[in-house]
Every structure is written in C-alpha cells, then in structure tokens.
C-alpha cells in the first residue's frame, strides 16, 4: 500500500489542523494505522492509532483532548484533526500502515510496514 499525507502547514497557536492520508490498495480496510511524528532533533514519537474498522483509537497523552483520529474505509482515507495547536506539536507528522493487524491498534513504530513521506507542521507562538 502506498501512502499519501496532507494537510501540513503553518499555524498560529490555539489554531487547527487537519491532515489527511489517502492510501492506494484495496485491502486498505483491512489495515491498523497510526500517526506518528518527529520534531528537528528527536526521535520519531506515537500520535494516535486506530484499528481497521475505526471501532478503537488510541492518543497519546500529550495530543489527547486535543487530537482525533478517524478513517474512512470507503474513502481510503484516514484523518488526524488537531485543534488547540501548541508550538511543541511542530514536527513532521506521518501516517502509517499495518497489515494483519486483527481488531486492534498499535503504538510502536516497529510495528508498522508502511509509512508515508510526511507533511510538515508548524505552530508559531
């Protein structure tokens, strides 16, 4: 499956966001995702992650309240909408996918086959 995000850019902070990633492939509802992102300097950290069918999403702490994923499966397509930006969400954000992923969602990096290239956002102060 091939992956393509979106949606990136430059924000005031207290602003939103929403990113898109539209996936290739027809067995695309069949796959976990997961957000992932990676500011200048540090390691790439988990976002959010939802199961195949949408039915169970997981945030982490520092997005949760404020970030929500969501998919469409008829659509190929998964979300990330971001409200209440601080600066410290500045990173490149990437959408990934999982095979074989049964009813669950997953937070590791090492868990998931494929990623996305990518798309930079950026909260000013």
């Not at 469409?72 to 969400?89: C, F, G, I, R």
């Not at 999982?98 to 930079?120: A, H, P, V």
Request: one cysteine or more.
């Amino acid at each position: 499956v091939q992956l393509q995000a979106s949606g990136g850019g430059l924000v005031q902070a207290g602003g939103s966001l929403r990113l898109s990633c539209a996936a290739s492939g027809r067995t695309f509802s069949s796959y976990a995702l997961g957000w992932f992102r990676q500011a200048p300097g540090k390691e790439r950290e988990f976002v959010a992650a939802i199961s195949w069918s949408g039915g169970s999403t997981y945030h982490a702490d520092s997005v949760k309240g404020r970030f929500t994923m969501s998919r469409d499966n008829a659509k190929n397509t998964v979300y990330l909408q971001m409200n209440s930006l601080k600066p410290e969400d500045t990173a490149v954000y990437y959408c990934a996918a999982r095979r074989n992923s049964g009813s669950g969602y997953f937070t590791e990096i090492l868990t998931y086959d494929y990623w996305g290239q990518g798309t930079q956002v950026t909260v000013s102060s």
